[in-house]
């Protein structure tokens, strides 16, 4: 019972903090560690209980999604591709392939949140200057995005911890939104990876499932996604995005130097 209830509440938490920031895989993985279950069957569990939180998290921030779903469209293929691909290398390869990059990849991100006011500002001036409408993607954005979406999916679908910090920071490079319109994009395409792992999860490592552990995370997910985006939206874009670099920096100083 003490099992269960701390998997629970860890849940919430990691809910709440993947749908305002990221990284609440960092929560609920190596708690599961802590309590004996193995690293491939914690790694895939975990990324099936954090489905339900990412639904109810797009169900709080529709109203930032409304406006953006021309860009949802363009980019959701991309994710679908990614996450399948990471999902089977998952299976495929020995963790070490991937997490020794974690690190940098969240660095990345982290580089990409901080500039990427500045570079939306330069952007904005310089299709003002060339008497473009803001609204219409450049060139750039609708090539690199995509295939910069794609290689996050990948990621995702392999390991996936801070994986909404990385796509917040390309998208804020790539697209005119606000903050947080963005983290709305964010919390679909993060969803849409964790829900098409699951499915090949499902479908090619059943055995590696503990599903009274997925119950668990799931119910508690749900729960802590709708209060994240319920607190998240009413934050001010700066206050967010310092909680998103504070975010990553914890899961840089975990993942280097406790694990």
Same mark, same amino acid.
């Given at each position: 019972?003490?099992?269960?209830?701390?998997?629970?509440?860890?849940?919430?938490?990691?809910?709440?903090?993947?749908?305002?920031?990221?990284?609440?895989?960092?929560?609920?993985?190596?708690?599961?560690?802590?309590?004996?279950?193995?690293?491939?069957?914690?790694?895939?569990?975990?990324?099936?209980?954090?489905?339900?939180?990412?639904?109810?998290?797009?169900?709080?921030?529709?109203?930032?999604?409304?406006?953006?779903?021309?860009?949802?469209?363009?980019?959701?293929?991309?994710?679908?591709?990614?996450?399948?691909?990471?999902?089977?290398?998952?299976?495929?390869?020995?963790?070490?392939?991937?997490?020794?990059?974690?690190?940098?990849?969240?660095?990345?991100?982290?580089?990409?949140?901080?500039?990427?006011?500045?570079?939306?500002? /330069?952007?904005? /001036? /310089?299709?003002?200057?060339?008497?473009?409408?803001?609204?219409?993607?450049?060139?750039?954005?609708?090539?690199?995005?995509?295939?910069?979406?794609?290689?996050?999916?990948?990621?995702?679908?392999?390991?996936?911890?801070?994986?909404?910090?990385?796509?917040?920071?390309?998208?804020?490079?790539?697209?005119?939104?606000?903050?947080?319109?963005?983290?709305?994009?964010?919390?679909?395409?993060?969803?849409?990876?964790?829900?098409?792992?699951?499915?090949?999860?499902?479908?090619?490592?059943?055995?590696?499932?503990?599903? /009274?552990?997925?119950?668990?995370?799931?119910?508690?997910?749900?729960?802590?996604?709708?209060?994240?985006?319920?607190?998240?939206?009413?934050?001010?874009?700066?206050?967010?995005?310092?909680?998103?670099?504070?975010?990553?920096?914890?899961?840089?100083?975990?993942?280097?130097?406790?694990?």
């Amino acid at each position: 019972m003490v099992e269960a209830a701390v998997i629970f509440v860890a849940g919430i938490c990691a809910g709440g903090m993947n749908v305002i920031v990221a990284s609440g895989s960092l929560v609920t993985f190596p708690i599961l560690l802590l309590f004996g279950y193995p690293p491939l069957t914690a790694n895939v569990t975990n990324n099936l209980g954090m489905v339900a939180g990412g639904v109810s998290g797009i169900y709080g921030y529709r109203r930032e999604l409304k406006p953006n779903r021309a860009i949802l469209l363009r980019l959701a293929p991309a994710s679908i591709i990614g996450s399948l691909v990471g999902a089977m290398l998952l299976l495929k390869l020995p963790a070490e392939a991937f997490q020794t990059i974690v690190p940098a990849l969240i660095a990345l991100g982290l580089v990409m949140v901080v500039i990427g006011p500045a570079v939306q500002r /330069r952007a904005a /001036r /310089r299709t003002l200057a060339l008497g473009r409408d803001g609204s219409t993607p450049s060139a750039a954005s609708r090539i690199a995005l995509p295939i910069g979406i794609a290689l996050l999916g990948i990621y995702g679908g392999y390991f996936g911890a801070a994986q909404g910090i990385l796509f917040i920071g390309l998208m804020g490079m790539f697209l005119s939104e606000g903050i947080q319109r963005i983290t709305a994009i964010k919390n679909v395409l993060a969803t849409l990876v964790n829900a098409v792992a699951a499915v090949a999860f499902v479908i090619f490592a059943w055995e590696h499932i503990d599903w /009274r552990v997925v119950a668990l995370i799931s119910s508690g997910t749900f729960i802590g996604g709708y209060l994240g985006a319920h607190f998240g939206r009413r934050l001010n874009p700066v206050i967010l995005r310092a909680l998103i670099i504070v975010t990553g920096l914890l899961a840089l100083i975990k993942i280097l130097f406790f694990e």
